[in-house]
């Protein structure tokens, strides 16, 4: 996602790129990464919040 307009910047108080946050169904930050992440890196961040 590329936020234009940075709503989601300001929303969310992102300082860095690039970060990488999943949101749940209401929105909510469920877990960040400030930085850049391999593919390996990636799978794992996502898997450990589907735990």
Sequence with gaps: LVDVNE???NEH???AI???MILDTE???RES?????SA???E???LA???
Excluded: D, S, W
């Excluded at 990464?33 to 992440?37: A, F, L, N």
């Design 7 to 9: 709503k989601l910047n």
């Design 33 to 37: 990464h400030i930085g850049t992440m």
């Design 13 to 15: 108080k992102i300082r």
């Design 44 to 46: 794992a961040f996502i």
């Design 49 to 51: 919040v589907l735990e």
């Design 27 to 29: 929105g909510r930050v």
């Design 18 to 20: 690039p970060t990488t």
């Design 40 to 42: 390996e890196q990636m």
